[in-house]
């Protein structure tokens, strides 16, 4: 049984820290996959965002569902930003490379402010939702003042 338990151990770690080993096999690749992050995140943001100005009726259970997927999508685009992925089809500020800390912190913000719209949205409180994603979206904002070209 002690095998067992840790092999399966073993097999969860691996699969946990399968994300960050992946290695994208050129700066393409690299770039199409933190485009493909934030272009989720940002479809079910727009999604939640139609519900607070009221464009569409609010639906607790779609802007859980939304705010779940903003949040987890909010995790992912980061490991994109390698070296050499500065270039070619993308809208990446050269500052994200010099100003490693600082956009860590504002990715890290993101998705702290993410965390707060994904517990909002659970409680199916508009007033809620709609105070958590005037967050999110400022901070949206701050990154794409600083580091995204327009």
């Given at each position: 049984m002690k095998v067992f338990a840790s092999i399966a151990a073993a097999a969860l770690i691996t699969?946990?820290?399968a994300p960050a080993l992946a290695q994208?096999?050129?700066?393409?690749?690299?770039?199409?996959?933190?485009?493909?992050?934030?272009?989720?995140?940002g479809t079910h943001?727009?999604?939640?965002?139609?519900?607070?100005?009221?464009r569409v009726p609010y639906d607790a259970a779609a802007a859980a569902n939304s705010a779940a997927i903003v949040q987890t999508m909010s995790a992912l685009p980061?490991?994109?930003f390698v070296a050499g992925t500065d270039k070619g089809d993308t809208r990446a500020?050269?500052?994200i490379w010099t100003e490693q800390a600082k956009f860590k912190e504002g990715a890290e913000k993101l998705q702290a402010e993410t965390a707060k719209l994904a517990a909002a949205a659970k409680t199916g409180n508009l007033d809620a939702v709609k105070a958590a994603f005037g967050a999110v979206g400022?901070?949206?904002?701050?990154?794409?003042d600083a580091y995204r070209k327009d």
């Open positions: 699969s946990l820290s994208f096999q050129k700066p393409e690749d690299a770039v199409k996959y933190r485009k493909a992050a934030l272009t989720v995140m943001f727009g999604r939640i965002g139609a519900m607070v100005n009221g980061w490991e994109g500020e050269p500052e400022q901070s949206c904002k701050a990154c794409h």
